[in-house]
């Protein structure tokens, strides 16, 4: 019945002189999710809405699944198209449409709310609304008019052809991806990572992923887990270019030289330091962690103090207020939980201490540190150099 959406937008709206720009990310994003859809669609801006425009047939499901997973998009409206302008056949399909979305056996309340753009109609939109009103109400007595608070608002946009609506499914929210930059996701097989590339990617920021794998303590299954979960944040945030580190040499260096009280937090900044790297690759202007205030003994705010302390670029946080339930309820909510809850061993897991610091002193940390040099240097090169690069997801 329906052949085409009319997405909705909510903040690319008020960009001002930009605003063309976000509207061409967000075609992009919505030509990018329905590539794998079954049918033939085309996507187009006119007068600051944009269509997707399905030729022949297709899969409505499925089309409207991928467009719930483009950012930018606040509801997604289907369409049906009258092709024949005629009043009379405008008419009817519009009772068509009131029979088959609002089925007698709930009374409603309805409004139309004709718009004409094709001013060579010969109904303006007042008479369209008083016209078409009428015809709704007879042909479907069980609905009443409601000008000031109706259950239904049945849309008419009279242009070259005549595009009816009503309903609005609601889409993921947020801005186009691409059209606030780019940031390097050090992503883990847990939890939180996951759902912070997801939460900043609906910003509209392009991510890009680095994973430390610590073989042969930690096995493929590990890796093939992460590949995964960036599989799954691919499908909200586009292509993810996911290097795959191996961490081990450094994280043995480490254990070797430095107190074990403090292997977690060298660990963690090791890792954003090669994280800086890559994002420096890949153009990347931040880091984003799932760290969340207190969560575990390196996160607590003299950790977090200390992990940031080598860092050049802003790293971004989306979830440091967040009570595990919520990244929880968000990870669930976005397909990726079930994967991140796979019992696979962590690199940072196999070298932790019995009784890590939690409130590590930066000075300290850093003579610790110095245990290093001469060593580490080298060891940090050839993993940069080594680095396995996947690409997941679509661009
Ligand atoms: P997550 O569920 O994201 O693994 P976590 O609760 O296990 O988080 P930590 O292990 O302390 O927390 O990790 C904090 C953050 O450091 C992670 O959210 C992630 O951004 C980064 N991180 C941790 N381990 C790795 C890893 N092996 N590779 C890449 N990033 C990592
Ligand atoms: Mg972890």
Not at 4 to 9: D, E, R, S, V
Request: glycine share 8%; with cysteine.
């Amino acid at each position: 019945m329906y052949q085409a959406f009319l997405i909705k937008y909510a903040e690319i709206g008020v960009k001002g002189k930009n605003r063309h720009l976000f509207e061409d990310a967000l075609v992009h994003q919505i030509v990018r999710s329905l590539r794998p859809v079954e049918g033939s669609f085309a996507v187009t801006k006119e007068m600051g809405r944009i269509y997707v425009q399905a030729e022949g047939d297709f899969d409505y499901e499925g089309a409207l699944e991928a467009m719930q997973h483009v950012f930018g998009i606040a509801g997604i409206c289907p369409v049906v198209i009258v092709e024949d302008t005629e009043f009379e056949d405008l008419a009817r399909a519009a009772v068509d449409y009131v029979r088959m979305v609002y089925p007698e056996g709930r009374n409603r309340t309805f409004k139309i709310f004709a718009r004409r753009s094709n001013k060579s109609y010969p109904k303006d939109s007042m008479q369209l609304n008083a016209d078409l009103g009428e015809a709704v109400l007879y042909g479907c007595p069980w609905m009443k008019v409601d000008v000031h608070n109706p259950d239904v608002v049945l849309t008419v946009e009279v242009r070259q052809k005549i595009y009816l609506y009503s309903e609005t499914i609601p889409g993921p929210g947020g801005m186009p991806v691409g059209s606030s930059g780019s940031a390097m996701l050090l992503l883990s097989g847990g939890i939180d990572s996951p759902v912070a590339g997801y939460m900043t990617a609906k910003r509209g920021v392009q991510i890009d992923a680095v994973y430390f794998h610590a073989p042969p303590y930690t096995s493929e299954r590990a890796k093939q887990k992460v590949i995964d979960l960036a599989e799954i944040v691919s499908r909200y945030s586009g292509q993810i270019r996911l290097h795959i580190v191996n961490f081990t040499d450094i994280q043995l260096a480490i254990y070797e030289k430095c107190p074990h009280e403090e292997l977690t937090i060298i660990m963690r900044r090791y890792m954003m330091k090669i994280a800086e790297r890559f994002a420096e690759k890949d153009g990347a202007k931040a880091l984003i962690t799932g760290e969340s205030i207190g969560q575990v003994a390196s996160q607590t705010i003299d950790s977090l103090v200390c992990t940031n302390a080598v860092c050049t670029m802003p790293v971004f946080r989306p979830l440091i207020g967040f009570d595990k339930q919520e990244i929880v309820d968000v990870s669930t909510r976005i397909g990726s939980y079930e994967t991140s809850i796979l019992p696979y061993e962590d690199c940072c897991t196999i070298f932790v201490a019995k009784h890590p610091v939690t409130h590590p002193i930066l000075k300290i940390v850093e003579r610790s540190e110095k245990k290093l040099q001469g060593i580490i240097e080298p060891l940090v090169e050839t993993a940069v150099d080594t680095a396995e690069t996947v690409i997941v997801g679509d661009l």
